[in-house]
């Protein structure tokens, strides 16, 4: 279907930024949304954020609302999560997904990028 690559992340103090990236190849013209994800040790994975492939929609949850901000590069097939204020419990596997139908599930997955946020 689709390969996605993320990239971008690293080791950051609290307060600092960071700008993750999806680059998507493949059946792109076939994606509905990407959406980011994160999977901290120990703990379940969980939605970071997402945008619809066309219309640019964009959903968070509460917990990065008004720190980080998705959007797309629709010519270079990439999605970029930029992340400011960032916080020790922000560290986790950072991993993009891309769903093609608007109910659908996230059916392809990238490796995985790791974001570790120091205090």
């Known amino acids: 279907q689709v390969q996605l690559v993320e990239s971008g992340g690293g080791l950051v103090q609290a307060g600092g930024s960071l700008r993750l990236s999806c680059a998507a190849s493949?059946?792109?013209?076939?994606?509905?949304?990407l959406g980011w994800f994160r999977q901290a040790p120990g703990k379940e994975r969980e939605s970071v954020a997402s945008?619809?492939?066309?219309?640019?929609?964009?959903t968070y949850t509460d917990s990065v609302k008004g720190r980080f901000t998705v959007v797309r590069d629709n010519a270079k097939n990439t999605v970029y999560l930029q992340m400011n204020s960032l916080k020790p419990e922000d560290t986790a596997v950072y991993y993009c997904a891309a769903r093609f139908t608007i109910f659908g599930t996230y059916d392809d997955w990238g490796q995985g990028t790791q974001v570790t946020v120091s205090s």
């Open positions: 493949g059946r792109t013209s076939r994606i509905y949304s």
């Open positions: 945008i619809t492939w066309t219309g640019g929609g964009t």
